[in-house]
């Protein structure tokens, strides 16, 4: 039996990670299509729950960038689609009028509340041991 190298056991790993991913990105897409949501769609409204926990609180969609698997402008559209549906809003940063503020509206966080444990039971099924 041949030795592994180093990065043969790097490449194998990373190959996993992927796979982990995509099936559970798959799995989450196909519980929450029913709730008219993807794995994005939640992402970003999971992370604004989080984020801004309180009514009328607020994020910056610069805050969201980093943090959800999408480009700036993908994002964007992606806010915009959740906008059309009601559920989140966006506004002009006063402050820095290039800024945006997001927000979750009561619709988004009552869907938001609704998938949540959708969403984990995916992740308990696909990441647990």
């Known amino acids: 039996m041949a030795v592994k190298t180093a990065a043969a056991r790097l490449e194998e790993r990373w190959r996993d990670i992927l796979s982990v991913h995509a099936r559970a990105m798959c799995e989450i897409d196909r519980v929450l299509h029913p709730h008219g949501l993807g794995a994005s769609d939640f992402e970003v409204l999971d992370i604004l729950a ?23 402008s993908a994002l964007s559209r992606l806010i ?15 402050e820095d009028r290039r800024g945006v503020w997001v927000a979750l509206t009561r619709k988004g966080r009552d869907l938001h509340a609704e998938v949540l444990p959708l969403q984990r039971a995916v992740l308990a099924r696909v990441l647990g041991d």
């Open 80 to 94: 915009g689609r959740l906008e059309k549906e009601g559920l989140v809003e966006r506004s002009v940063c006063v």
């Open 50 to 72: 989080v984020e801004s926990p309180e009514e009328g609180d607020h994020c910056r969609v610069q805050n969201l960038v980093g943090r959800v698997h999408l480009s700036q």
